[in-house]
């Protein structure tokens, strides 16, 4: 028998399970920091992750992988099934951590929206983001 997986409810500070949403690897839904762990992704692990880099959403994928940002992409969407994140987390078994192209998404609600800030750039010079 497979044991259904939980979305746990202890997570850090203010965050709070979305849904299952929608990825892609071409267009990714969570634009900010990123990590992997082969053996230790958690839904809290990621959370503090982004949360300790400011970003208001965080999104677990294909078992290990943690995905950060402060918007969704516009394209994206939540999936068409809960049962899309049907992958377990490599640190705790028990968790969803979304799946192929599926993100186990997360939202700080403790935090404000955060605006983007763009420029058009000076001359031949165009601004692309903020990278660490």
Not at 18 to 24: E, G, N, P
Not at 73 to 78: G, I
Not at 84 to 103: E, F, I, K, V, Y
Not at 114 to 119: F, G, H, I, K
Request: aromatic share 10%.
């Amino acid at each position: 028998h497979r044991r259904a997986l939980e979305v746990p409810t202890d997570l850090p500070d203010d965050w709070e399970y979305v849904s299952c949403w929608t990825d892609s690897v071409g267009a990714r839904t969570l634009n900010g920091a990123t990590y992997a762990s082969g053996d230790a992704m958690t839904a809290s692990s990621c959370a503090s992750f982004c949360g300790s880099r400011g970003f208001k959403y965080a999104g677990t994928e294909y078992a290990a992988e943690c995905w950060c940002g402060n918007a969704l992409a516009a394209d994206s969407d939540a999936a068409p099934s809960e049962a899309d994140c049907d992958m377990a987390c490599s640190g705790d078994a028990t968790q969803p951590c979304g799946g192929s192209n599926r993100l186990t998404l997360f939202e700080n609600a403790g935090m404000e929206d955060v605006e983007t800030v763009r420029s058009e750039g000076v001359g031949r010079w165009s601004y692309i983001g903020c990278y660490t």
